[in-house]
């Protein structure tokens, strides 16, 4: 199938970004949420910071419940205590289990009149607040249901990675409404409308000793209380999708069904975009899948860069027959590339 990617590519990048304060330096703006409000396209950013360090420490953000702020805690790098191989976090030398890490993210909002070229606010919509966002709060995913736009995201800390929702009717106030999934739990995505009278979302359990990274479904009454989790689909080893899955963009109405876009990484952390068809009635029944990606990482902006070889989708838009996907590349920046709804429904490969 035809994938466009836009000329722009890629549409922002770290040094698009104002810092939200002066010890820290932006390092990430991707995976974000995405939405129309009035004539605007909306990018729903996750904004990547690092404290500054020194030759002698490494800078740990993290914010503090009891000061109501975010501090920044320096860690001696000649502490035996500690292993500093991995920038991105430091973790204990005896188990390399994550400690602290090196950076923290909050969700700023990017507008757009012609959804090619952004402009960022100065500060963030989002940033953490509560003591299981002490780590950062990341990849959101952004559901319009009637006037309203809720946003799931994820609320890292040292008690885990949960999920939280939080509700916005303008993009420039939120009002919080909590966890909603607790560890370990990501890629929560909710369906834009009610399905025979409950609300639906995907979701990403991460088990401990036994399961994997796949693809769940859970469903609500009021959006805040979730239940009859069920198991929807799951990775394919030694395939594109083979190590992890996780849902993407939230599900379009089709008269097919409900599409999802979600992202699938293989062994070697190469992370790709493919598609399953949900029924309309029944979105727990699974009716197609991608066999091949709609999108993997080709472009060199794709390639390489923080964590090089990675095409990630938190959301999308639709007008008409055409999809146009937002998506974060290798960590670091945002993109966007169009295609044909018939042609993603034309490339799925109907269970039996």
Not at 240 to 266: C, F, N, S
């Amino acid at each position: 199938m035809r994938v466009v990617r836009f000329p722009e590519n890629p549409l922002l990048t770290p040094k698009d970004v104002p810092p939200s304060r002066p010890d820290m330096r932006v390092i990430g703006a991707f995976n974000a949420g995405v939405a129309r409000y009035g004539d605007e396209v909306i990018l729903l950013l996750r904004v990547a910071e690092q404290a500054v360090a020194t030759p002698e420490t490494v800078g740990v953000p993290m914010y503090d419940p009891e000061a109501g702020e975010t501090k920044v805690r320096q860690v001696a790098r000649g502490d035996a205590a500690y292993d500093f191989s991995d920038p991105r976090a430091v973790r204990r030398a005896d188990t390399l289990e994550t400690v602290w890490l090196t950076s923290m993210s909050h969700l700023r909002v990017a507008r757009s009149r012609d959804g090619h070229h952004f402009t960022v606010d100065e500060r963030p919509l989002v940033q953490p607040e509560t003591p299981y966002e002490a780590f950062g709060v990341e990849d959101p995913r952004v559901a319009q249901i009637g006037d309203a736009y809720y946003i799931t995201y994820t609320a890292v800390s040292a008690y885990g990675v949960a999920v939280g929702l939080a509700v916005t009717r303008d993009f420039r106030h939120v009002e919080r409404m909590g966890l909603i999934f607790p560890p370990e739990n990501k890629d929560v995505v909710l369906f834009p409308e009610a399905v025979g009278g409950k609300y639906y979302a995907l979701h990403r359990p991460a088990p401990r000793g036994m399961g994997a990274l796949d693809i769940w479904m859970a469903e609500s009454p009021d959006l805040r209380h979730w239940g009859n989790h069920r198991y929807l689909f799951g990775r394919r080893p030694g395939r594109w999708d083979g190590a992890r899955i996780g849902g993407g963009a939230v599900p379009i109405r089709t008269e097919a069904g409900w599409l999802v876009l979600y992202h699938g990484a293989d062994e070697q952390n190469r992370y790709a975009m493919g598609a399953a068809l949900l029924d309309l009635a029944d979105p727990y029944r699974v009716i197609a899948r991608s066999e091949e990606p709609i999108l993997a990482p080709e472009a060199a902006y794709e390639r390489e860069g923080f964590f090089g070889g990675v095409v990630f989708s938190c959301g999308a838009l639709v007008e008409g027959d055409l999809i146009r996907m937002y998506y974060g590349v290798a960590d670091e920046a945002i993109a966007a590339a169009e295609f044909s709804v018939a042609e993603v429904l034309d490339s799925l490969t109907r269970r039996g």
